[in-house]
Structure formats: C-alpha cells, structure tokens
C-alpha cells in the first residue's frame, strides 16, 4: 500500500466539514506555519521538497515562487487555477469536492510564504457544486479564524475569494486566466513580462494549480526531507492520477511517483486491468495535450527499461517514443478503440477551444480538425497525413500561449505511433466504416537496439 | 538615455533600451525588417498576434548569453545588450514565416481583384513575399456577411485577419468602446454590437489601420484601382485633428483621402472624418507636392525615383564605403 498525503482521509465521513477535519489533523501546517516559521523558510522548505508544479508543465514550485518580484507598497497576490478542464484530467475537481479544507490549507500557508493578503481561487465555470462548496468552506474556515483579519492572532490578514469562470479551456493558460480574473476577454497575454513581475492587476502574481497548493500542506507538517523521501529522482512526493478509459477501475488515484505503468494499469491496488478482459492499444498518460503512446512504448522504453509513473521516466525517448505526466489524466485504450476518431475528437476540441488571438492556433487548429474528419468518414488521402504532420510543426512554438502545442503534439504523435491505422483508413474506407482497425502490432514487444 | 546594442542578421546598431526588435530593425531598415501585421506603432499595445516578425534569438544578452529555446515575435520584445537575432539569415524563421502566411490565407478569400484594399494590401505584400503558390486547404472558407458600419464605412469580416488594429483605434482613439471581436477561435469576429453604427469624429481612421480589405470605405468602394490614382500630399487647417492627408487624384477629382502613410504603410497621423470623408474638393486643401511611395509597393510601378539607401547606410560609414559602388549608382541618375 503506498503512502497517501493528499487523500489520507479521504474516507472519513464529513471529512468536507470544518470540524471534522480539524479534527483529522487539519489546519496543523497553518499553525506550523505562522506561528514557527518565517515567509523565507516555507519559500525554502518548498523548494528543497522539490514539488514540481502538477498543472502540466511540472515546474518547480519553490523556484516559481522565489521569482516572485517584492517591490515596496504594491500588493501580490497568489491565484489557485481550478480551472480543470483538459478532457481526461478530474483530479481538481475531486479533490475540491471532497476535501476542499486541504486547498483553502495549503493556500493560507502558500500566501503566508509569499506575503499576499488577497488570494482567489479561479474555478471553472461549469463546476458549480465545486465552488459551492468551496465557499462554504472559506466561511467555515473564517468564523474558525483561520481566515480574515489577524489570523490565530499572528497579525496576519488573509482574504479569500472563490471567483467562477465562464468555462473556456484557456483561461487555464495562467495569463488568460488573469485575464479573465480582471473581468476580460479570457485570452492570453503575451509574455515577458511574466506573471510573477506583473500578474494581476500589473502587481507580482503566483498562479499555481490545486493539487500543487494541496501538496504544500504535507511538506510543512512532514517537513521537505520526508517528502522527498517519497517519489523517484527529481520526481518527489505523490501526484493525483485521474484514470479513465476502458479500465477495470477508474477514478482519482494518488501515486507514489515512480510506480511503474504496469502495475498502476494491472494491478488490484490501482486500475485493476483492461475492463472487458481486453487487450490495451494504446494510451494517453497525462491529458489530453501530451503525445499518445501505444501499449508497448507506454509499459516500455525502447531502452527496454519499465517505464515508471514519474516526469522524467514518461518523457524518455522524447518526443519520438516518449511522452509528459502532464496534468495526470490517464486514459488508457483498449483494442476496439479507433484512434482516428480519438485524434479527431481531440483536435475538435483545441479547434473549439483555441481563443483566435494568433494566427497560427486559430487557422491551424481548425485546419487539422476539418482533415482527420475526412480522415475518420473516409474521405481522405494518403496525402493528409504528411500534410497533419506538418500543420502541425507550423503550429507548435509558434504560438503566445501553449495551447497551440497542446493541439498540435496528439496529432503529430498519434500519426507517429499509428500511422498504419490512418493508411487504413484510407486505403480501405469502407471497412474502416464498419469495424475498428483492431489492436494490429501495437502492443507488440520493441526490438531492442544492441548498443556496441 | 541608455543606449543598446543589438545584433540583427548581422548588422549591428545602436538603440535606446526597451525597444523592441521590430523597431531595431526597422531602425536599420532594408530586408532586415520582419513583416508586421497586426503590429502598429501608434497603436498601444499592439502587436504579437499575428506571428508574422517571428525571429530567432540566437543570443539573448551580454550577460546571459543563452539562445531563446523559442521564436519570439519581435514586435513584442524588448532588446537587450549584446542581443544577436537572425531574421533572414535563419531557414526556422523563414519556413515558420511561410507556414504562418499560409494560415493567414486559408481562411483569406483570395478575392482580389474585386478588393477595393489591392494594390495597398499588406496581406498581398505578405504573401508575395513570403507564401507559396498554391494552397493545400480544401475545405469552405470561412464567411461573412458585409456589414456596413455606419454610412461610410463597410466591415467586410471574411477578409478580415483579426489583427485587433481597428479594436485598438476604437479603444484609443474614440471615447465610446463600440467595437471588439465577439466569438472565439476561427469563429471569432469583429464587430460592432448588434451591428450598431460607429459614430465618431475619428471612426474613418480604423479604414486605414486595416491591412486587409476588411474595412473599406465607402466613398470609394468600387471607385477605381489604387495604382490608377495619383496620390498627392496636402494640408488643411482643421479644428479636430491635424490636417495633414494624401489626397488620391483620378484626373481632376479627389477620390479618397487618407492619411499620409510611411514605409511600414502606418500613418503618420490619425485624421478626423471631416477631412477623410466631407472635404473632396481640391479648393479645401493646399497642395504640397506628390506623394512618394515605397518602391517595393505596386502604386509606384512606373514611378521611376531614386532609390533610397536604407537608414543604417545613411549613418554608418562603414557600410557607406563597403555601398559606394551602389552607393553612388543610385544617386547618379
């Protein structure tokens, strides 16, 4: 049984209520924190734990906060992105669900650390029950004195705002976010100057994700060394793994870093296996934005190592048989899944999505999604897949904000990993109509390259 | 002020700090000079949207000399001391600029030669330069209906590129923000609200700011061919802005004004709707002389004039000794 820092007490009924969490150990780091250690020695704390930021992009956290500018007289503020919204990743939500007093926590103690008295949490719009909850716990927390003026009568105020948005994918990109926080068009600026300089309202800014504020809370009750004894290399602590698919068990899981892909897929403990008794094709391990991989580059490098749930494991191999741990959103195929239509369905996504601020993203993102629609109803050519792969190149790094990666990095993959599944397609459209192209060779073991 | 030093294909110049490369490089002028669609100098915060003056920074400064891991838009970034930037010289930047220029056109109606803007587009110049021959969509563009906003100007959305000039004139230059982009992605659009008319002393100038043929004006829709008319500088003395204009002669009529436009095809000064739209008469104004127009652009075919050496010559003597030759041929005749 692996250990559990975030989810812990998850099972406890009322765990949701003030009270009962007090009770569990709650609110022991805000105590910690304010009473015994200075803003400096959390800010250090974090960075020596080694958190990495559990957004997607899995920056160091310790090192994004020590960026950020302390000018004289201008309030900071540090922002929590709820805005979950990549197709396949719900850990947020769930964690906002069912034990909201860990994030409002962990963003005491992180505001403590940055020396922010006003902090929001930005939560997408389409998750009401969320923010109600969240508010109802902000309340709880506040008439406890955890919150507000003079805080465990410390001297530190803190206010905290639940603010919902409009719904839109990119106003997860942290700037659009801001954007959309100030009461604008949610569309990304263009950086430098970065948030941490000038975020919010032109004052020094940290955006950072749930799961990543929920995680201070263990490293300042445990302490950084603890924390880091958990995990693998620079992948520290435990990360929320949101698993769907056609699995045995889906749902919310919280890893150790570096178990290995097969064991969270097969065994008991985790996903439980394929459902079905079917065999898995292929999968997408960290949202929908990260290449997809399939079944035997994801259970194996082509080095043959066993690739292990961690940043840098899933990224070996690059982006030629590699993929990222992304946000955590797993997503696991099995053989009768067609992956034509899977990379359609995406691309409809980033096309519906993508803000039309820049060129590229605007006009590219719809370009690909009209083409694997001709792709997946038979219309297409052999033709399309080169010219995917190369819409693609023209999108990715040419863009303001990363979505335009994001759109471009599952096409080009999916047509890397499967490109015979497309010619099929092709080929042979009618059949491609009537049944799926089958697991084929794609969980086939890798020839191994003999070096020397 | 504090002066840096910035390295551009190679030519090295002199510049005040914060400015961005775009400026640094047309500071030097000549090929060097990244295209600009959505970038207005006059306009605040313009800029970075349409990806055209992408550049490589193949050194970031003096003091932290690492390669940018990114192309940067140019418009938008500051330079720093020691910077080197590869314009031209980088086949990345010239293959993103290509693949850039194709999505613009995708969607772009490619009509041409019914486009009242032919001849002075800078979408056109764009793709001449930049683009390919043939298109590889093949799918509906996307459309619009023409919108007219206000009795003089038209909002024709399917040429449009969504540079956001025209949102910036409307938020900077007119006190009423009656004009944005609803909508998002490729479905997003400029537009008035409920197609509410503009109604302001400056409106006309979002008609010049516009690179494409989106924003017409409605006098002149139809009227003729840019590269028939004949463009002549004139002033007046008026109450609301600063009087100075092009007027664009067909034999003895005045068919449109615009403002004066420089090299980059900005403007030099915004122009109110009186003079733009109400004074057409060679009475109203006083002449000052014809109009010298940008070689490279078609409203000077047959045109001949001296060609004049970019403005980093002009001021470096190396560079004017290593361009006698040319140097001197351009100043012969």
């Not at chain 1, 949610?186 to 950072?208: D, E, Q, W």
Request: proline share 5%; with cysteine; hydrophobic share 35%.
């Amino acid at each position: 049984m692996s250990r559990k820092l975030l989810l812990e007490h998850i099972n406890v009924p009322g765990i949701n209520t003030f009270d009962v969490y007090r009770q569990n150990g709650g609110y022991r780091s805000v105590e910690k924190a304010l009473k015994t250690l200075s803003p400096d020695d959390i800010v250090e704390e974090v960075k020596k734990s080694g958190l990495r930021g559990r957004g997607g992009a899995g920056f160091p956290t310790g090192m994004k906060w020590s960026f950020l500018a302390k000018p004289e007289g201008v309030p900071r503020y540090l922002v929590c992105n709820a805005d979950e919204s990549e197709p396949g990743t719900f850990k947020d939500r769930y964690l906002m669900t069912y034990i909201p007093h860990l994030l409002i926590e962990g963003m005491i103690v992180s505001s403590f650390a940055l020396g922010v008295n006003t902090c929001y949490i930005y939560v997408r719009g389409e998750m009401m029950p969320q923010i109600c909850i969240l508010e109802k716990a902000i309340v709880e927390a506040k008439n406890a004195g955890f919150l507000g003026k003079n805080i465990l009568g410390t001297g530190y105020d803190l206010e905290m705002y639940v603010q919902p948005g409009g719904g839109a994918y990119i106003c997860g990109e942290e700037t659009g976010l801001l954007e959309s926080l100030e009461g604008k068009r949610g569309t990304p600026r263009i950086k430098p100057p970065f948030p941490a300089v000038s975020g919010l309202y032109n004052c020094p800014t940290v955006v950072n994700n749930v799961e990543t504020i929920a995680a201070v809370v263990p490293i300042i009750n445990d302490g950084a060394d603890e924390y880091m004894k958990i995990g693998i290399g620079r992948s520290t602590g435990t990360k929320l793994i949101s698993a769907g698919g056609n699995l045995n068990k889906p749902g919310v899981y919280e890893i150790e870093l570096g178990v290995p892909v097969e064991e969270f897929i097969y065994s008991d403990e985790y996903c439980g296996g394929i459902a079905n008794g079917k065999r898995l094709k292929a999968v997408v391990a960290g949202g929908s934005s990260v290449p997809i991989l399939p079944a035997n580059l994801i259970l194996k490098t082509v080095n043959g190592e066993s690739r292990l749930m961690s940043y840098e494991s899933l990224a070996d191999g690059g982006f030629v048989s590699g993929t990222m741990l992304g946000s955590g959103g797993f997503i696991a195929f099995d053989e009768d899944q067609c992956i034509v239509r899977n990379t359609w369905n995406f691309a409809r996504f980033y096309h519906h999505e993508s803000c039309g601020q820049c060129s590229p993203c605007r006009e590219g993102t719809g370009w690909m999604e009209k083409v694997l629609h001709r792709l997946e109803y038979g219309h297409g050519k052999l033709s399309d897949m080169d010219l995917l792969v190369d819409v693609s190149k023209k999108i990715e790094g040419n863009t303001i904000c990363p979505l335009g990666d994001a759109a471009a990095w599952p096409v080009a993959s999916a047509i890397r990993h499967f490109r015979d599944e497309f010619e099929w397609h092709v080929n042979d459209p009618k059949s491609a109509m009537e049944r799926n192209y089958g697991l084929a060779h794609y969980a086939d073991p890798l020839e191994i390259e003999v070096k020397g | 002020m504090e002066k840096v030093k910035v390295t551009i294909d190679g030519i090295t110049i002199e510049v005040d700090a914060g400015t961005s490369i775009l400026n640094a490089a047309r500071q030097i002028g000549g090929d060097v000079v990244p295209p600009a669609m959505c970038y207005y100098s006059k306009l605040k915060d313009s800029g970075g949207k349409c990806r055209t003056c992408l550049v490589k920074v193949s050194k970031g400064s003096e003091k932290d000399p690492r390669p940018m891991p990114k192309l940067l838009a140019s418009c938008r970034t500051a330079v720093m001391d020691g910077m080197e930037v590869q314009n031209i010289t980088s086949l990345e930047v010239v293959e993103a600029r290509k693949g850039v220029v194709e999505m613009l056109l995708i969607n772009h109606p490619l009509d041409c030669p019914v486009c009242d803007q032919a001849g002075e587009c800078h979408l056109q110049d764009l793709a001449y330069e930049h683009g390919v021959e043939k298109t590889r969509y093949e799918f509906e563009r996307r459309t619009f209906d023409r919108i007219d906003i206000g009795d003089k100007i038209q909002l024709h959305m399917t040429r449009c590129i969504l540079c956001y000039r025209c949102v910036f004139v409307a938020d900077q230059l007119t006190n009423q923000r009656v004009h944005g982009i609803l909508g998002r992605g490729d479905a997003s659009e400029i537009s008035t609200y409920i197609e509410k008319a503009i109604d302001n002393d400056f409106s006309g100038n979002v008609i010049d700011v516009c690179p494409v043929g989106a924003l017409t004006d409605r006098t002149f829709r139809f009227k003729n061919r840019v590269w028939f008319t004949k463009p002549v500088d004139a002033h007046r003395d008026c109450p609301t802005c600063s009087g100075k204009v092009t007027l664009w002669y067909k034999g003895e009529e005045v068919i449109r004004v615009t403002a004066p436009k420089d090299q980059f095809g900005e403007v030099e000064d915004f122009i109110c709707n009186t003079c733009r739209f109400e004074t057409k008469n060679t009475s109203d104004w006083v002449i000052e002389g014809p109009r010298q127009i940008a070689n490279t652009s078609v409203i000077s075919s047959n045109h001949y004039e001296i060609a004049q050496p970019p403005p980093v010559i002009k001021t470096n003597l190396v560079l004017q000794e290593a361009n006698k030759e040319q140097f001197e041929k351009a100043t012969r005749s």
